[in-house]
């Protein structure tokens, strides 16, 4: 019987490694992400990614890979500003290095066409403190991001992308 209940743990801690495996959130993620269907915004996320290193590959810069494992911590930020009408409130819960914030959009998709876009457009030039969004998207020092998604149950779309 004690050999049944020890084949048994171990059988769910085998279990157990191979979901954190197969969940992602390694320094080795691919640009662009992907997701395994069960995350709800993996093609909302894939399309963020994407959508940044789109931009960055106007300037030859590297593509960022997907900060796969902090999705949905960068959603609970989202989620937290949206309540508290305070972007860039939650800054640094998921530790991150930088932050660009999307309040209120009219959909997702609006924020990863036209929000993003915006933010590309502020850059390059001087005075930096008016291209912040564009010096995180371009920046050399970051290798990741992670967007996150709330939507507001009257339609708003606060999202975020924290980058490392």
Not at 66 to 93: I, M, P, Y
Not at 150 to 158: C, L, Q, S
């Amino acid at each position: 019987m004690a050999a049944a209940r020890l084949r048994s743990v171990w059988t769910r801690c085998i279990w157990l490694a191979l979901l954190a495996l197969g969940c992602g959130g390694g320094d080795d993620d691919p640009p662009g992400g992907g997701g395994d269907g069960s995350d709800p915004y993996a093609a909302e996320r894939k399309a963020c990614v994407d959508r940044i290193n789109d931009f960055r590959a106007t300037e030859g810069l590297p593509p960022l890979a997907a900060w796969s494992d902090k999705g949905v911590c960068t959603d609970g930020e989202a989620k937290s500003d949206s309540e508290s009408g305070q972007a860039h409130g939650a800054f640094g819960r998921c530790g991150e290095g930088a932050q660009n914030e999307c309040p209120g959009w009219g959909s997702i998709d609006d924020t990863i066409q036209n929000c993003l876009q915006s933010m590309w457009d502020e850059g390059p030039g001087e005075p930096y403190s008016e291209h912040g969004h564009y010096i995180n998207m371009s920046s050399p020092d970051y290798s990741k991001v992670a967007c996150g998604f709330y939507e507001r149950p009257d339609g708003k779309v606060w999202a975020i992308q924290n980058f490392r």
